[in-house]
């Protein structure tokens, strides 16, 4: 079974700093994966992804993340915060296939990031 | 625009009164599904469908129906909620078949209370 954990239900930042969120996954099949922003009172974005190819993901609004299978990885950073950064940050993982399970997201219980001047 | 659209945004309710959270997407894809987020747990999948007339159980199903009759439209149906279903639901759709990523498209969410 496939399941993500994210290290830090909250994460506080000065503006202008780096930051960094933890995903770990486990998956018993190649991951697709996922991360996914939610500003207050919105749904959820996508920021970027990983399927194959390049393991450095870069991202909108200056974010990237990096696959490490030895580690089974996904942090996602960025290198100077911005106040318009805080929100709640999903990262997520797919099974893969043509018969659905490409689709089937499962999510980490989200980080918030909080930007203070 | 391409979205996917909920309706109601919030919504309170009182126990055993049943209530229909609607979803449509204009973006003709075969995959569409529900999830509800709580604190603490992220988003869990409620239920999915592939297409028209094909639907199936995600991952915390009780309580819910769903139903498929348009390509567009993914109807999630409380027929006796109860204050447990207090959440945040959110609707989503992709594509399916090659080169699909998996990526889902979320609508902005629906916001239930149950006293």
């Known amino acids: 079974a496939q399941s993500v954990t994210q290290l830090g239900s909250h994460v506080s930042v000065s503006e202008g700093a780096l930051v960094l969120l933890r995903c770990n996954y486990s998956?018993?099949?190649?991951?697709?994966l996922f991360w996914y922003v939610q500003y207050p009172n919105q749904g959820l974005q996508l920021l970027l992804k990983?399927?194959?190819?390049?393991?450095l993901v870069k991202g909108i609004n200056g974010f990237e993340a990096e696959f490490k299978k030895s580690e089974t990885s996904f942090h996602l950073t960025k290198p100077s915060a911005h106040m318009s950064d805080a929100a709640e940050y999903f990262c997520?993982?797919?099974?893969?296939?043509?018969?659905?399970?490409?689709?089937?997201?499962?999510f980490g219980a989200g980080t918030r990031l909080a930007v203070h001047p | 625009e391409a979205q996917v659209t909920q309706n109601p945004r919030y919504l309170i309710t009182v126990t055993g009164k049943k209530l229909t959270v609607t979803c449509s997407q204009n973006?003709?894809?075969?995959?569409m599904s529900w999830y509800r987020q709580d604190p603490g747990l992220g988003l869990r999948q409620i239920y999915y469908?592939?297409?028209?007339?094909?639907?199936d159980k995600g991952d915390v199903p009780e309580g819910y129906k769903v139903s498929r009759k348009e390509k567009r439209n993914f109807p999630l149906i409380l027929e006796s909620p109860s204050p447990n279903q207090t959440s945040l639901y959110f609707c989503?759709?992709?594509?399916?078949?090659?080169?699909?990523?998996?990526?889902?498209?979320f609508g902005e969410g629906s916001r239930l209370t149950v006293l």
């Open positions: 989503a759709s992709s594509l399916l078949g090659q080169g699909n990523t998996g990526e889902l498209f």
């Open positions: 998956s018993s099949v190649p991951p697709y």
């Open positions: 990983y399927t194959t190819g390049a393991t």
């Open positions: 997520a993982v797919s099974r893969g296939g043509f018969s659905g399970g490409y689709n089937k997201l499962i």
């Open positions: 973006m003709n894809h075969e995959y």
């Open positions: 469908s592939m297409n028209v007339e094909v639907t």
